[in-house]
């Protein structure tokens, strides 16, 4: 059994400009997610297509999930479309 509990959180992003409500989430001590999953400069510097796309790394587990039923943290802002088989970006 898993403790959890329910909060209301509201986020920003590394600027502090933009700032998100999010509706009451479940909280739980931690997430089943590795560092070994989180992207990075180096995977993105793979493929040509994704000339330009920088990755802000940062020194942190991860501590929050986004899902789509928060459309607006997932807005993109610009669109690689993936090539030869290779990732997208948003």
């Not at 700032?19 to 089943?32: A, C, G, K, Q």
């Not at 330009?52 to 690689?80: M, Q």
Request: charged share 25%; hydrophobic share 35%.
């Amino acid at each position: 059994m898993r403790r959890c509990e329910l909060v209301q959180l509201e986020v920003f992003d590394l600027e502090e400009d933009n700032f998100i409500e999010l509706p009451m989430v479940f909280s739980t001590p931690n997430l089943p997610v590795g560092s070994e999953s989180i992207p990075c400069q180096e995977d993105v510097d793979k493929w040509p297509h994704m000339k330009g796309v920088t990755v802000t790394e940062i020194n942190a587990d991860v501590g929050l999930l986004v899902g789509h039923d928060i459309p607006k943290a997932l807005e993109p802002k610009e669109v690689r479309e993936s090539q030869n088989g290779g990732p997208y970006a948003t």
